[in-house]
């Protein structure tokens, strides 16, 4: 009997070395080369000329992506609208982050109307039903396969050709062509490559369940987040009960939208007013806090900026922001005692962004500097104003993107102060809110004291 060949393959991007070495000549990772037995590769494709598949670009009909809802709005929304047929989505998130609990639930409503299949390859089927039963489901339609091998999921999915297909996990699958063990990369990548291309052809929309490491990102060979169509990033504190959807890849819709769940003992509830848990709810007016709008997507977002500068005890200052980059809060700081002539070089500066809401875009700044000062002062900003702006180095206040729909969203909540960029100024006033334009960070400071 010949003997089988090894290679070393890399466990972060799937390259593979004829010898092994301590760093990867692909990715130049460290230590993560193994052996592996190599595979026959076995040619999938019969030949075609390539005049049969060339056509011109002009003659191509382009027609509107049909969609059918999820029957949870907030998982439509983030979708850009719902499920396509023959689209690939992939969702990450924490162990017990709720996964599995909101397809479940999705599933459940789409069985109504459409064939479905949920395969699950971590947990058996008592499990499954154990679930649907505690979130007491109506999952008479849903049909459930307990398998994690590739060539047996890929026979039922062809015999009973369903709408939608849950595949819970990608990690768990594995192919008899390949004799590495499951949730290796070459595994993760050649199973996520065939139910993409079973999709794409069967016209059946794939959900894949995806593990993330302990840095947060998606386990498995980057290629995987390149095969799909979607990428969903489920977040949440495991000490709150509400959690985060996000969007960072999405060729049906746009990117970085948000939609926003609370956990409940009858599984995820969909929350219509996300700015209700990004403000907190003082007894009065207090020092330090500060209302800005943020934009996640289409949909504006108010969170409260909260600050807390208090006298240094050590050499070296404290700079801590939470929620925020950390790196900005130091710019801002420079540029607030630059051109407000306020220094804050002897003082502990803390930020937080409340509700556990990450803020990425710079329409922050303005907010931070105005809830620093008001913490400096001791004096509290007004109750029902709202502050949004970008802040450059030069000291000028910067417009922000759609600043007329994040004003209509915090006059919608009763806010009846901003403080906004000169260039952001409405050309009709808004009913209700007094609208205080300015274009550098000492008038917007002279403003308020």
Request: with cysteine.
């Amino acid at each position: 009997m010949a003997k089988q060949k090894s290679v070393y393959s890399c466990t972060e991007c799937g390259g593979q070395a004829l010898k092994w070495q301590g760093q990867c000549p692909h990715c130049q990772a460290w230590n993560t080369l193994i052996e592996t037995i190599a595979d026959k590769i076995v040619s999938r494709f019969s030949p075609v000329s390539a005049i049969d598949r060339v056509q011109n670009l002009s003659e191509v009909e382009a027609g509107e992506t049909p969609r059918f809802s999820s029957g949870v709005v907030e998982l439509d929304r983030v979708l850009g609208g719902g499920l396509v047929k023959g689209g690939v989505i992939l969702l990450g998130g924490d162990p017990g982050i709720g996964k599995s609990t909101l397809l479940l639930q999705a599933l459940a409503y789409i069985s109504t109307s459409h064939n479905v299949l949920y395969v699950s390859g971590e947990e058996s089927a008592q499990q499954v039903a154990l679930r649907a039963q505690r979130l007491a489901l109506d999952v008479k339609t849903v049909n459930l396969l307990a398998e994690i091998q590739l060539e047996k999921i890929q026979a039922i999915l062809g015999e009973h050709k369903p709408d939608v297909a849950v595949i819970d996990s990608i990690q768990t699958i594995y192919s008899d062509a390949l004799q590495s063990a499951p949730g290796s990369v070459a595994q993760v990548r050649e199973c996520a490559a065939q139910l993409t291309r079973l999709a794409k052809a069967s016209g059946t929309c794939i959900i894949l369940v995806g593990h993330v490491t302990k840095e947060g990102a998606l386990a498995g060979p980057r290629v995987l987040e390149h095969m799909v169509d979607t990428v969903l990033y489920f977040e949440g504190d495991t000490h709150s009960s509400f959690r985060l959807i996000r969007a960072f890849k999405n060729r049906f819709g746009a990117v970085n939208e948000l939609g926003v769940f609370a956990m409940t003992e009858k599984g995820l509830r969909e929350v219509s007013n996300p700015s209700a848990l990004f403000l907190s709810h003082h007894g009065g007016q207090v020092p330090g806090s500060c209302v800005m709008v943020t934009q996640e997507g289409s949909r504006p977002l108010l969170v409260e900026i909260q600050a807390l500068v208090d006298e240094a005890r050590a050499p070296n200052p404290r700079r801590l922001s939470v929620g925020l980059e950390q790196n900005r809060l130091a710019m801002l700081l420079a540029v607030l005692h630059r051109h407000a002539g306020i220094p804050c070089f002897d003082q502990d500066v803390f930020v937080n962004a409340v509700g556990g809401v990450k803020i990425t875009e710079p329409g922050a700044d303005l907010a931070v500097l105005l809830a620093i000062v008001s913490s400096l002062k001791n004096k509290p900003l007004p109750e029902k104003m709202v502050v949004i702006g970008e802040i450059g180095l030069a000291g000028e206040v910067r417009p922000v993107q759609r600043g007329q729909e994040r004003l209509k969203e915090a006059a919608k909540l009763g806010f009846n102060q901003a403080i906004i960029p000169k260039a952001n100024q409405p050309k009709k006033p808004i009913s209700g809110m007094d609208i205080m334009a300015v274009e550098r960070v000492e008038e917007a400071v002279a403003t308020l004291y």
